[in-house]
Structures are given as C-alpha cells and as structure tokens.
C-alpha cells in the first residue's frame, strides 16, 4: 500500500492540493466557468466512446481457435488461428 501511495495517489493529488492552496491563500473561492464545465463533459464523453469503440470487435466471425505464440524445442512458434467447427469462446 505504501508504493501504491508513493508512485500513485500522491502524484495524482498533490497538484490539486496546491492548486486548492493557492486558490484559498488568494482570497478567491474555487469556481468554475461553465465552458470548463461543457469542455469537461465533452472529453468525458469522447474518452466513454473511444473506450467502447476500442473494445468492439467489427471483423467478420473467424472459424477455428487462436494459439499464442509459445516455446517448442527451444524455437518460437509464431501465433496462429487453428481450424475448427465455430468463432473461439470469449
């Protein structure tokens, strides 16, 4: 917990908190224009669908089962889709 504490979340939040700081050391309260607010949810919006887009497969249904690529008598045996009866289970 304590790497994950160091290398991630520390990192993460230590620019807000001095933002914050800065914010609150200045007089000014923390407010936000409303184009931040659109552009924010625009690129959420964009991040939502580029996620889902990346995860669909468009390609037609392939028949057989893909191997990986694995080790046989100290040579490497390329990965490659072995004929079978329907699309592999995922």
């Known amino acids: 917990m304590g790497r994950v504490l160091l290398t991630i979340i520390i ?3 230590l ?3 001095f933002y914050l700081g800065w914010r609150l050391s200045v007089g000014r309260t923390a407010s936000v224009p409303p184009s931040w607010v659109w552009l924010a ?3 959420l919006a964009l ?3 580029a996620l889902v887009l990346a995860n ?3 390609s037609r249904p392939r028949k057989g089962e893909y191997v990986p690529p694995y080790v046989k008598n100290g040579v490497v045996v390329p990965g490659h889709v072995e004929p079978g ?3 592999p289970a995922r």
């Open 47 to 49: 991040a939502s669908l």
């Open 56 to 58: 669909t497969d468009f």
């Open 41 to 43: 949810a625009g690129a």
């Open 15 to 17: 620019p807000t908190a």
């Open 85 to 87: 009866t329907g699309a």
């Open 11 to 13: 990192p993460l939040l």
